[in-house]
């Protein structure tokens, strides 16, 4: 992070990252020391920060194995934000008819910083791997479908910073597997919406399509999965379309839950 931090923005940084990595395993939670070294830390000062932020019940300990997990203070600081839990509810009432009416997996995520967050996922697939990162996943957005979506549709230059620092963080996934990455980002602009077929799971067919704001910035994303028999590259135009319609009528729920409009 550039310039020089001012005093207490670094424990803060801290704290935010250790929330941040916990609500990526929201259910098996994580030990002391893989979540202090995913986090760049020391045992000794994650478990310091760890004690602090249980005091405040914004971290649990899971009573079988210790392992640590998102606190219910998060639960209850996100009710003062109504206009999100309206949207959300408005959605997955649409996401679910276009789940049964596609017949694939329908999801929708919400930005996350550098990050998407699977806000919603529903549907019935065959392909288990589609049900590997359920609601309340964490991402980097060049990792998944749902946030290249988001990244084809933000300005270049922020599109480019983003990817940068994903990719920085990734570096242990290895060259091969970050090139198939690369490759989708490549290849989604060109297509109008992100197209991954086969790379972010093997036999599953990904695509995805940012949702607006009001201000026209995209700050969610839309996808449908399924199985490359169900949902063939040759029906792109067709999924293309299906997409677009959902991610602008869910960008006129936000609109309505959020008071935009």
Not at 161 to 169: D, E, Q, S
């Amino acid at each position: 992070m550039g310039g020089e931090r001012k005093p207490g923005t670094q424990s803060i940084e801290r704290a935010v990252c250790l929330l941040k990595a916990l609500s990526t395993r929201h259910r098996a939670g994580w030990q002391l020391a893989d979540l202090a070294a995913q986090c760049g830390l020391k045992k000794s000062t994650a478990h310091r920060i760890l004690n602090s932020l249980s005091r405040e019940r914004l971290v649990s300990r899971h009573v079988i194995d210790g392992h640590y997990l998102p606190g219910p203070l998060l639960f209850e600081l996100g009710l003062a934000l109504p206009g999100l839990g309206n949207f959300q509810r408005e959605a997955r009432e649409r996401l679910e008819e276009f789940a049964r009416r596609t017949g694939g997996v329908a999801s929708l995520y919400l930005r996350s910083g550098d990050d998407t967050v699977c806000a919603i996922r529903l549907g019935d697939s065959p392909v288990t791997g589609l049900s590997s990162r359920p609601a309340g996943s964490r991402t980097p957005m060049a990792l998944s479908t749902g946030g290249t979506a988001i990244l084809i549709a933000l300005p270049l230059e922020e599109s480019r910073a983003v990817i940068a620092r994903n990719f920085a963080t990734l570096a242990h996934l290895g060259a091969k597997r970050l090139d198939d990455f690369r490759r989708v980002i490549k290849r989604s602009p060109a297509e109008g919406l992100c197209v991954n077929a086969g790379v972010a799971m093997p036999g599953i067919n990904i695509f995805g399509m940012a949702v607006l704001d009001a201000g026209g910035r995209p700050f969610a994303s839309v996808s449908l999965a399924g199985t490359p028999k169900t949902f063939p590259a040759a029906r792109l135009a067709e999924f293309r379309k299906w997409l677009d319609r959902e991610a602008r009528a869910l960008g006129e729920c936000a609109a309505r839950a959020l008071g935009d409009a």
